[in-house]
């Protein structure tokens, strides 16, 4: 039987990840070109730098309820073997596709907050035309949202049917499956 206080648990840290994404997506740096003085060089100033602590905290609450769903289930692959059948196929499949969308939205947090970090310093004026000031894209913490959401569904599902698996198996062997020597010893 699947443990609902780690269900719960687990919902609970992907949703705290899923709000500190989209706070970081609304909360994401924006800039300006503003010219010295001097009129020698261009700079860029820059807006509040929230968001990187924001998705940084969101990729943190995500790889915690990673690691809680792989340490309750063995990562899959370590411990007793499961029940034959549709649950564990089913285990697998899900296994696989929460891997995967786990690793696309740490990417899109991690990448979405480097970039975020990142600030242009001064540009001079007669060697570029057109003014740039790095920020990150529109829609890279969204994206990591929305892959939140994706593997939270399926780490749920996949340890539901993962304890499915686990709970239904039995031995082939109804008895010890040593060799008896009982009555000679």
Known sequence: MASKLLLVLVFILDLIAFGLAVAAEQRRSTA???QD???????????????TGLGVGSFLFLLASQILIMVASRCFCC?????PGGARAWAILLFIACWV???IAEICLLAGSVRNAYHTKYRNHFAVEKYSCNT?????????AA???FTGILTEIYYVCY???KDGFQAPY????????????
């Open 147 to 149: 892959f939140i959401v």
């Open 37 to 51: 003085t001097d009129k020698n060089y261009d700079y860029c100033v820059y807006d509040s730098d929230i968001s």
């Open 174 to 185: 109804g008895r010890d499956t040593g060799v008896g020597m009982g009555t000679y010893s």
């Open 79 to 83: 411990g007793k073997s499961l029940r």
């Open 101 to 103: 969308t786990f690793f």
């Open 32 to 34: 300006m070109v503003v």
């Open 136 to 144: 990150v894209r529109k829609g890279v913490f969204g994206a990591g």
């Open 163 to 165: 304890a499915r698996a």
